[in-house]
């Protein structure tokens, strides 16, 4: 717990200074090697695909999909990176598809293309005009849900949530957790709303943001637990002390940011 706890005095600052303060490009670089060195835990360190050059090809796509948002997300050049990474991924099978299965080429599709996609969200929510006053919307979201949910399903949890999954998640701590979500938003919501530049915040819609997102993130967070059941892995990595790899960190997000893209797409809290 002191070595978590640690870690996570070191990273917050630094991560608030790469979303609030670095220029994008610079956010989206660290982004893109973060997600590289994702697809490389899902893929190599689970065991699931130990095919170097499928491993590589991966990484550099997964970098290559979060620069593609920070450059404006045009789809010609998306469209360009699926068909080069389609034919090497292809051409490894046809060289060699006794060793090379469909499946593999299938993980290395979600982990070079699919989970970069969804975690460029927040590139692509910086992107936006009022970028900088809602990018922390993911992390408050994800990060509060997940601690309310640690310390209320610690002290009141009783119903395992998914026991075959994830053994220590309670519906109790789960119901905190979205509770946590929903209360911390509105709390960001006043932050905005204080803020000079004349914001206009939705109060509602920063509950519907706290809530949708938080039940989201439970089950991102499952999904990832899933996959660390099936290959039998306590951890997808060991980047961050305390907290495992990329992966661990991420997992809820993964799923709350493109949430939150969505929201603030349709139904903006912020204006």
């Not at 610079?26 to 065991?47: C, F, H, K, P």
């Not at 997300?73 to 060793?99: G, N, P």
């Not at 699919?114 to 408050?140: A, D, E, H, M, Q």
Request: charged letters at 10%.
């Amino acid at each position: 717990m002191k070595t978590r706890i640690i870690s996570a005095a070191i990273l917050v600052p630094i991560l608030f200074l790469l979303v609030l303060v670095a220029p994008v490009v610079v956010a989206a670089v660290v982004l893109g090697v973060l997600l590289a060195i994702a697809a490389y835990e899902l893929l190599y360190r689970t065991g699931l695909v130990k095919h170097p050059r499928l491993v590589i090809y991966s990484c550099a796509m997964a970098f290559a999909v979060c620069m593609w948002s920070y450059l404006g997300a045009i789809r010609a050049y998306f469209e360009i990176l699926l068909l080069v990474f389609w034919l090497l991924l292809f051409a490894e099978m046809m060289l060699d598809h006794v060793k090379v299965r469909f499946e593999m080429l299938a993980m290395c599709f979600l982990a070079g293309a699919g989970i970069p996609y969804l975690l460029s969200s927040l590139i692509r929510i910086l992107n936006l005009g009022v970028g900088r006053y809602v990018i922390l919307i993911p992390f408050v979201v994800a990060f509060m849900s997940d601690s309310g949910a640690y310390f209320v399903g610690l002290k009141f949890g009783h119903h395992k949530l998914a026991p075959v999954v994830s053994p220590n998640k309670t519906i109790e701590g789960a119901v905190g957790g979205v509770l946590c979500a929903m209360i911390s938003m509105l709390l960001y919501a006043l932050i905005l709303d204080l803020l000079p530049g004349g914001l206009r915040v939705n109060y509602a819609l920063a509950l519907l943001y706290g809530f949708a997102g938080s039940l989201i993130g439970i089950f991102g967070d499952l999904s990832f637990s899933v996959v660390k059941r099936q290959t039998g892995v306590k951890d997808y990595g060991n980047l961050i002390p305390g907290h495992g790899g990329v992966l661990d960190r991420f997992d809820s997000v993964t799923t709350v940011a493109p949430a939150m893209e969505v929201l603030l797409l349709l139904l903006p809290m912020v204006a």
